[in-house]
Nanobody, 128 residues
Framework: QFRLEESGGGSVQAGGSLRLACATS????????VVWFRQAPGKEREGVAA?????????YYTDSVKGRFTISRDNARDTVYLQMNSLKSDDSAMYYC????????????????????WGRGTQVTVVS
């Protein structure tokens, strides 16, 4: 059973940076697909970035965050990070961590229906 807990959200000026952390239960830290989603009021949940926590650590990004966000893992700490730089007001949303056990991410990594384990979210607000 996965347990996921997000942290690191907050309010930041446009152009600033935040680093989100997704702490996973010890069992969940290896060879899984872990994804950051976000959802703004009135909008659908959007896949932001994904990482495979097994060998190779393949990563995936939605186009709007490429070059600005970096997803990484620290398996020793059972944690997946999302470093967010050059933040824009459009990045404001509730950010959720989700996981799929014992699986690579694949081309449909951004589909929320593919993940059965979710954290409660952390709010990111970018002020212009």
């Amino acid at each position: 059973q996965f347990r996921l807990e997000e942290s690191g959200g907050g309010s930041v000026q446009a152009g600033g940076s935040l680093r989100l952390a997704c702490a996973t239960s010890e069992y969940a830290s290896t060879s899984n697909c872990v994804v950051w989603f976000r959802q703004a009021p009135g909008k659908e949940r959007e896949g932001v970035a994904a990482i495979f926590t097994g060998p190779g650590a393949d990563t995936y990004y939605t186009d709007s965050v490429k070059g600005r966000f970096t997803i990484s893992r620290d398996n020793a700490r059972d944690t997946v990070y999302l470093q967010m730089n050059s933040l824009k007001s459009d990045d404001s949303a509730m950010y959720y961590c989700a996981a799929r056990a014992l699986s690579t991410c694949g081309n449909r990594w951004y589909e929320a229906r593919n993940y059965g384990f979710w954290g409660r979210g952390t709010q990111v607000t970018v002020v212009s």
